[in-house]
C-alpha cells in the first residue's frame, strides 16, 4: 500500500525565531537559509506576522514590511508565504476596528502574502468573522483556526473534544469563508490522545476534502508524539522547524518527525538530506546568535502554567532586557493561577502575554494589587467571551481597580465607536508627529505598533534587544577612577554600568554628553533636587525604559496625576503622583533605562 504523504511547512523563519530569540533577528541574517530550503525544494514557509510584525520595528530598526517584500523576492513566485494573524487583534496586542481588520489583509496581500492562519485565543467565533471575510476578500488563503491547551491539573470545563467541536461547528455555522483549518496547541501541552480524538472528529464532520494541520511546540515534551497522533487521525500537514529553532520551545525539528515516522504508513514530503544541508546552513546563518538556556529546554512545569513556547523566550529576553530574570520563576508559578480564574482563553499571544503580565504583576506588586490592561480588559469581556466565566470575584475587582463596566457587547462594534481606534485615529497619530504621508502602510503601522511604529518612521529607532555576540559590549579594562574607561558606579546600592570616553559615557547602553570640570557648580537639571525636608521623591516602580514624561519642572502637580509612563514587559505603566506639589527636579528623559526605586523626580 502507497504511503500516505504529509505536508510540511517550514517555521523557522516566523515561529522559530518567536520561540527562540524573541522574534529578534535581522532580515539579512536568515535569508540564505531561506534561499537554501527553496533550492532543497521546500515550497510552503511562515514568513511574518505574529510578533515578527512588531519585532522588526521594535528591536530591529527594519520594517517588516521590508522583510515580506523580501522573502518573496527570495523564493520565488510560486512558494505558498504564510503569516499568523491574531483575529480581531490582526498582528498587535490590542484589538483593532474593522477598517484596520481589513487593511491588514490588504497589506499583506499587496507584500506577497498568500495565506494567513487566523485565530482566535478565546475560540470567540464572532472574533473571526471579519477577518476571514477580509483575508478572503483580499484573494489570500484563509486558514481559520481552533486554538488548544491543556487545562492546568485539577481545572475542567473547556479545552476537551467536544469544546473543539463545538467551536468547529460555531465556525461552519456562521459561515467564515475558508480554505483550510489548523488545530493550534501553542503551548504543546495538549495530552497526544486528545489530539487524535479531536483530528479524527473535525474529520468527520468537514467536507472531505479540507486540509488539517496541526501545530504545536516541544515545550512540554510531548509535540512530536502529538503530531503523530495528528497524522494517524488525519492530518494532512504539520508544521516543522529546523536547528538552530526547533526542538525545546519551537515546533519539533522536521528530521525527529522523520525518525519518528520512520516504518509508519507515511512519509514526509521533503528530502531529508537536502534539508539536514539546508540545516547546516541556517546554523551558520545563526552563529552570532545568543540562545537562551530554556529555549533548548523541555520545561515540566509548563502543564502548570501553561506558558507557550512563542510568548516563553518572549518573556524571558524582556525580563532579562529589564535585569528582572530573577523573577522568572516565580512568574510562571503565579501564572498557574491567573490561568486557573480567567475563564480559559487559550494560552497563545494576546491571551498568553495577559496572563503572564498579570502573573508579573501579582508578583512585583502583590497578587490581585494590579491587572494589567490586557487580562482585567479579557475577564471583562472587552476581548469577546472566554469559554467559561472568570471567577467573579476577579471580574468584580477588575472592574472596581480598573473603572470598567464587564460588558457583552461585541469587541468588533466597540473599537468601531472608539475614536482612538481606526484609520482615521492612525492618521491622526501621523499628523501630530509631523508626518505627512498617509500610505496604507505608515498607517496600519501607527496603529498596530502605536509611539515605536511612530518613532520607527521618524528615524528615531535604534537597535535594541538583538541578542547577537557580536553586539554584546565588549569587557573594557579597568581605569583609574576620573579617566577614561569602563566603571560599575553604585549609587543609593544601586549599581549602574557606565564607560567614558573622552566628553561621552555610556549609561546601561545609552550615551550621554558629559563635561567635567574641577569643583562644584550646582545646576537645577539632571538631578533630583532634595531642597527642603519635604521633599518627595518619584521612585520607579519596576526596571523599566522610560516611555513618556509628561512634567516640567516647576509644574504643579495634584496628587495622583500622572507625571511619567514607563515601559516593562509589553506593559505601559503610569507614574503618579503620591502627593500634591510642585516638581523641583526631573532625573529622567524619554528613552531611558531606569532601575526599580530609582528616583525619577521630586516634589516639593
Request: net charge negative; proline share 5%.
Amino acid at each position: 500500500m502507497a504511503k500516505k504523504t504529509i505536508h510540511i511547512m517550514n517555521t523557522a523563519f516566523r515561529d522559530g525565531f518567536q520561540s527562540v530569540y524573541g522574534a529578534r533577528v535581522f532580515t539579512k541574517d536568515f535569508m540564505p537559509a531561506v534561499k537554501v530550503c527553496c533550492e532543497a525544494g521546500q515550497t510552503h514557509f511562515e514568513a511574518g506576522g505574529g510578533a515578527r510584525f512588531q519585532a522588526p520595528f521594535f528591536y530591529c530598526n527594519e520594517s517588516a514590511f521590508d522583510m515580506m517584500d523580501t522573502f518573496r523576492e527570495t523564493v520565488g513566485p510560486d512558494a505558498d508565504l504564510q503569516t499568523l494573524a491574531r483575529g480581531i487583534n490582526v498582528v498587535s496586542l490590542d484589538s483593532q476596528s474593522r477598517d484596520i481588520i481589513d487593511l491588514h489583509a490588504k497589506m499583506f496581500k499587496k507584500h506577497g502574502m498568500t495565506t494567513i492562519r487566523n485565530f482566535d485565543a478565546l475560540n470567540d467565533v464572532n472574533n473571526l468573522i471579519d477577518s476571514g471575510k477580509s483575508i478572503m476578500k483580499h484573494g489570500l488563503n484563509h486558514e481559520v483556526v481552533v486554538t488548544m491547551m491543556e487545562l492546568p491539573p485539577g481545572c475542567s470545563g473547556a479545552h476537551d473534544v467536544e469544546f473543539y467541536m463545538k467551536t468547529l461547528q460555531d465556525i461552519l455555522d456562521a459561515k467564515i469563508p475558508f480554505t483550510s483549518v489548523c488545530f493550534k496547541d501553542a503551548s504543546g501541552t495538549s495530552a497526544p490522545k486528545k489530539v487524535y480524538e479531536t483530528i479524527k472528529a473535525a474529520r468527520k464532520i468537514l467536507p472531505g476534502d479540507t486540509k488539517i494541520a496541526f501545530h504545536s511546540h516541544e515545550t512540554a515534551g510531548v509535540a512530536t508524539m502529538g503530531y503523530v497522533a495528528a497524522i494517524k487521525a488525519g492530518a494532512d500537514q504539520v508544521d516543522c522547524s529546523l536547528a538552530p529553532a526547533s526542538g525545546g520551545t519551537c515546533q519539533p525539528d522536521v528530521a525527529t518527525l522523520w525518525h519518528a515516522l520512520r516504518g509508519e504508513d507515511y512519509e514526509l514530503d521533503v528530502d531529508i538530506d537536502k534539508m539536514m544541508e539546508a540545516a547546516n546552513v541556517f546554523k551558520e546563518c545563526m552563529e552570532d546568535y545568543i540562545i537562551p538556556p530554556e529555549a533548548l529546554a523541555v520545561e515540566p512545569m509548563i502543564p502548570w502554567s501553561p506558558m507557550p513556547g512563542g510568548a516563553l523566550t518572549a518573556n524571558t529576553q524582556m525580563m532579562r532586557d529589564n535585569n528582572l530574570m530573577d523573577k522568572y520563576e516565580d512568574c510562571i508559578k503565579a501564572m498557574g493561577e491567573v490561568v486557573r480564574r480567567g475563564g480559559f482563553a487559550t494560552s497563545v499571544t494576546p491571551v498568553s502575554q495577559f496572563y503572564f503580565q498579570q502573573a508579573f504583576n501579582n508578583v512585583m506588586f502583590g497578587p490581585w494589587e494590579k491587572f494589567a490592561e490586557g487580562y482585567g480588559k479579557m475577564i471583562l469581556g472587552y476581548f469577546g467571551k472566554t469559554p467559561c466565566e472568570p471567577d467573579p470575584e476577579l471580574v468584580e475587582l477588575a472592574s472596581e481597580k480598573m473603572g470598567l463596566e464587564p460588558t457583552t457587547a461585541n469587541p468588533v462594534d466597540l473599537n468601531d465607536a472608539d475614536p482612538d481606534k481606526g484609520v482615521d485615529a492612525a492618521k491622526k497619530m501621523l499628523d501630530e508627529a509631523g508626518i505627512s504621508d498617509h500610505c496604507d502602510e505608515n498607517v496600519f503601522i501607527a496603529s498596530c505598533c502605536k509611539q515605536k511604529g511612530i518613532d520607527f518612521l521618524l528615524g528615531k529607532a535604534v537597535v535594541n534587544g538583538v541578542r547577537k555576540k557580536s553586539l554584546m559590549p565588549k569587557e573594557e579594562k579597568a581605569a583609574a577612577p576620573g579617566g577614561d574607561g569602563g566603571y560599575t558606579v553604585s549609587v543609593n546600592g544601586k549599581k549602574f554600568a557606565v564607560e567614558v570616553k573622552g566628553d561621552t559615557a555610556t549609561i546601561n547602553g545609552k550615551s550621554y554628553d558629559i563635561g567635567i570640570q574641577d569643583g562644584v557648580e550646582t545646576s537645577g537639571t539632571g538631578t533630583v533636587a532634595h531642597e527642603s525636608a519635604d521633599s518627595v521623591e518619584v521612585p520607579a516602580p519596576m526596571n523599566a525604559k522610560v516611555i513618556k514624561v509628561l512634567v516640567n519642572a516647576g509644574d504643579h502637580v495634584n496628587e495622583g496625576d500622572v507625571l511619567f509612563i514607563v515601559e516593562a514587559m509589553k506593559m505601559e505603566v503610569e507614574v503618579k503622583a503620591s502627593v500634591t506639589g510642585t516638581i523641583s527636579s526631573i532625573a529622567v528623559e524619554a528613552g531611558a533605562q531606569v532601575t526599580s526605586g530609582e528616583a525619577l523626580a521630586s516634589i516639593n
